[in-house]
């Protein structure tokens, strides 16, 4: 009987040994050169999706493209100078689920090449809302280049920034020119690469947009390859705190301030920038807690909460020193310097360029983007800037007395954007 | 190579019997339509009813092998099903046609005084469902189930007429889950494997009331299978690989069974079977970490399945048509499970009929094989629109089983 049990157990071992059926291999994304696929949406669902928000008419006549994220690394360089690797999304319009017309003219739009939208997102603090994480997470279409790409047909390219993404190791420099603007045109020349080895055909056409700190961004990144001698072929910032050291003054010279957030990660950012000791210009507690709350964990409303909405004096956010040093406009103090040079309106774009915002932004009066305007124009000769309100436009009305917010503006100045793009595309390429 | 090894050892698993459950695990069983509880006289008693290894010959050991080789006919599906948004659209579709190979093995040990010792490899309960057309490929392009079970029982002579016996389940499966309704326009994609090592016990009683009645009960605990793995699920091409883990119950069951026999030639069973499926009452697929949001209703919400208790009456007849030759055949009507409203397609479950009929041959002293063969023959089963939560409507025919077992036991 022992021999009969060996016989058994070994028996037993063997089938338990040899079960390996509880693995499948890694998901079976596209192989694609320099980057990931991390979205893949139809056209048809995502139409569907768009008709039900009522953000289309339901009566089948607009093309909505399919819609194809790729996750792309790059490198790029940091405040120091220092090299990064960085990431970024890239959404291209594709067939999938189009019918028989969207696919000829889908056709068509590749026969003469995409044009490229350089889209820089607004500010976030948490780590898993930059754009190819969100797509990397959900895989699905999200924010801005579902009317970028799907609706007006463009490629959107969308750069994580630094301090995001594949570099969130690092700390995000907000509302710092030099490595804000290095992060995106970077990354455009990655995309272009990318879409090289991959087949995926451009024209050279290349328009730059952003929303919020992400107009700041696209100013300084229009700045940076204009000095490159690059092409750009539209340049359309919107909303964006462009002169930031009378942002820095309209803020600080206020008793109270709903989103203390933007400001301290001002003074945090620029602290570490420029090697100084963000004490200087954040009171105890809060300047000791400034590593936490934007280590990329936490989200806007929770960093608002920790820290304090009055501006200065005992019990305040900032120190008298910053408070005195920007509004007194003191040359000798580094912070009110840096946010003197790391502001973008202080030249002359020769790139066509219109900045748009809404006329009831909350966060960010419209007078920033009329102010930028009018230097460009006066003081350092720019021909081709202008200023856009969005709710005029999107109502037809001149003397509309409709104002929208900083956030509730986003969709419509996104639209209005898009629409300036394509108008140029269609009288240049053709459609 | 363990793979292959594994698949050729094993085989995948079948519905043969209500869901997924598989009574037939030895030539007579399969013969007998699974009946001889009460009258098991061989090796298989070892899994049949355990309490009857009291009563086989006390010098001899016994052992049994065999393949058991089925086959899985098409089920017709003429209907439609519900899709969000789009409502019902046509689904008329039939399933991939199955083939399957399902080993057993049994051994019953010398009497060591009162004491008995069994062992059982078993495949107890399988299932293997692939659809390629475009809407059922959605649910369950594949639904696969497979498990193996050591069953090691001692069973204990109370006196001449009455023994007891228990036993421990030790069981291994494998699952595999596959769906895609790319074909459909939905553009999502679920790859799932698992597997798991669990165990139960089972216990059972003999009562010869007369040398020609007896009488048999067991019964055999619930296994919960949380097949633990890997996943992969996909919006369109673009994927996201997780932990995952989902759990179906092998139910417990009970058997009550009784035979008698007429002039030492003629054996009648009856055996009524009560299997407890109510314990299966939601299927729900867990991750490792959050899935992407539009997936979470189709892939990470539980699915209701409340499945009720089932009832199984079984017939076999034995008859001793010479020293070397026996007859068996064996009728059973077995009862879903499924109601109408979870019924889906990975398992379109409805009431059987089971036909089977064998024989055995005794070559010598100690050696004697066998075939069988059995018919499982579903019945019908239409859904109304609006009866069923997965929006299925129309009505699944044909399907059912054909099995044909061989096998041989060694008596020494």
């Known amino acids: 009987m022992k021999r009969e049990f060996t016989l058994l157990s070994a028996l037993v071992l063997v089938v338990i040994m040899s079960g390996c059926g509880a693995t499948v291999s890694e998901p079976d994304n596209d192989k694609i050169k320099g980057g990931e696929l991390v979205v893949d949406f139809p056209a048809n669902l995502l139409k569907q999706s768009l008709i039900e928000k009522g953000l289309i008419e339901a009566d089948g006549n607009t093309t909505v493209f399919g819609y194809r994220g790729y996750l792309i690394e790059y490198d790029t360089t940091n405040e120091n100078g220092e090299k990064v690797r960085a990431s970024g999304l890239m959404v291209v319009p594709s067939a999938s689920g189009l019918d028989k017309i969207g696919k000829e003219k889908l056709e068509y739009m590749k026969s003469k090449g995409f044009s490229v939208v350089s889209d820089d997102h607004g500010t976030i603090f948490a780590k898993d809302k930059a754009p190819s994480i969100v797509a990397s997470m959900q895989n699905i279409p999200d924010g801005s280049p579902i009317m970028l790409t799907s609706l007006f047909g463009f490629v959107t390219l969308q750069p994580d920034y630094i301090g995001f993404g594949s570099s969130s190791d690092e700390y995000h420099p907000y509302l710092l020119k030099k490595s804000s603007a290095s992060a995106t045109a970077d990354f455009i020349e990655a995309a272009k690469k990318f879409a090289k080895e991959n087949h995926i055909p451009l024209n050279n056409q290349l328009y730059l947009t952003g929303y919020s700190e992400g107009g700041y961004v696209a100013l300084a990144t229009l700045q940076k390859m204009e000095a490159e001698g690059k092409s750009v072929t539209y340049a359309a910032p919107m909303a964006g705190p462009y002169m930031m050291d009378r942002m820095a003054q309209a803020v600080l010279s206020m008793d109270s301030v709903n989103h203390p957030s933007f400001m301290a990660d001002v003074a945090y950012a620029y602290s570490l920038a420029y090697n100084k000791d963000v004490s200087e210009l954040v009171q105890p507690p809060y300047n000791s807690m400034l590593d936490t709350l934007f280590s990329g964990d936490m989200s806007i409303d929770e960093i608002d909460t920790a820290l304090s909405k009055e501006v200065s004096g005992e019990g305040g956010l900032f120190t008298d020193k910053a408070v005195n040093g920007v509004l007194s406009e003191d040359g000798n103090f580094w912070f009110y310097n840096a946010l003197v040079s790391n502001s973008t309106a202080y030249w002359g774009p020769k790139t066509p360029t219109s900045f748009i915002q809404c006329k009831g932004d909350d966060v960010i009066p419209f007078a920033m983007t009329t102010g930028t305007v009018d230097l460009m124009k006066n003081i350092y000769g720019a021909e081709n800037v202008n200023a856009v309100a969005v709710e005029p436009v999107i109502t037809g009305n001149p003397d509309t007395t409709l104002r929208l917010g900083h956030s509730e503006c986003a969709v419509p100045a996104y639209y209005v954007a898009g629409s300036i793009f394509a108008n140029i595309r269609k009288s240049t390429i053709g459609y | ?412």
């Open chain 2, 1 to 412: 190579m363990n793979k292959i090894f594994y698949t050729a050892l094993i085989g995948i698993g079948i519905a043969n019997a209500a869901a997924y459950k598989i009574p037939e695990q030895s030539l007579d069983g399969m013969a007998l339509s699974a009946a001889h509880v009460a009258h098991s006289t061989g090796a298989d008693s070892a899994y049949y009813n355990p309490a009857n290894m009291a009563f086989l010959d006390d010098e001899s050991s016994y052992i049994e092998g065999g393949l058991s080789m089925v086959y899985l006919p098409s089920i017709d599906f003429d209907g439609e099903q519900y899709i969000s948004v789009r409502g019902y659209i046509p689904a008329d579709a039939e399933s991939e046609k199955e083939w399957a190979v399902i080993p057993f093995g049994h051994f019953v040990s010398k009497a060591m005084g009162d004491w008995r010792v069994g062992v059982s490899i078993t495949s107890p309960a399988g299932l293997t469902k692939r659809w390629e057309s475009a809407v059922q490929k959605g649910f369950a392009e594949k639904f696969y189930l497979m498990s193996m079970e050591i069953n090691p029982s001692v069973s204990y002579k109370i006196s001449d007429t009455l023994a007891v016996a228990a036993g421990l389940r030790a069981v291994y499966s494998e699952g595999e889950v596959r769906s895609d309704g790319s074909d459909m326009g939905l553009p999502f994609k679920r790859e799932m494997k698992g597997n798991v090592v669990t165990g139960g016990y089972n216990l059972a009683l003999s009562w010869k009331a007369m040398p020609d009645l007896e009488f048999g009960a067991t019964f055999r605990s619930k296994v919960d299978l949380k097949e633990k793995g890997e996943a992969n699920l996909y919006i369109g091409n673009a994927g996201r690989h997780y932990s995952a883990s989902v759990t179906v119950p092998m139910p417990a069951s009970l058997d009550i069974a009784v035979a008698k026999t007429f002039n030492n030639r003629l054996t009648i069973e009856a055996l009524y079977e009560r299997t407890y499926w109510s314990s299966y009452r939601r299927l729900d697929f867990e991750y490792n970490k959050d899935i992407q949001d539009m997936l979470v209703a189709i892939f990470d919400k539980p699915i209701d399945k409340y499945w009720k208790d089932s009832n199984t009456w079984r017939l076999g007849v034995t008859y001793l048509y010479s020293d070397r030759l026996t007859l068996m055949a064996g009728y059973a009507y077995d009862e879903s499970p499924i109601p109408t409203k979870t019924l889906g397609y990975e398992l379109p479950d409805s009431d059987a009929n089971i036909f089977s009929a064998g024989f055995r041959y005794k070559q010598d002293e100690h050696l004697s094989w066998g075939v069988a063969v059995l018919y499982d023959h579903k019945d019908s089963r239409s859904i109304k629109k609006m009866e069923n939560e997965a929006g299925i409507a129309g009505r699944f025919d044909k399907g059912g089983a054909i099995l044909v077992s061989s096998g041989f036991e060694y008596k020494f």
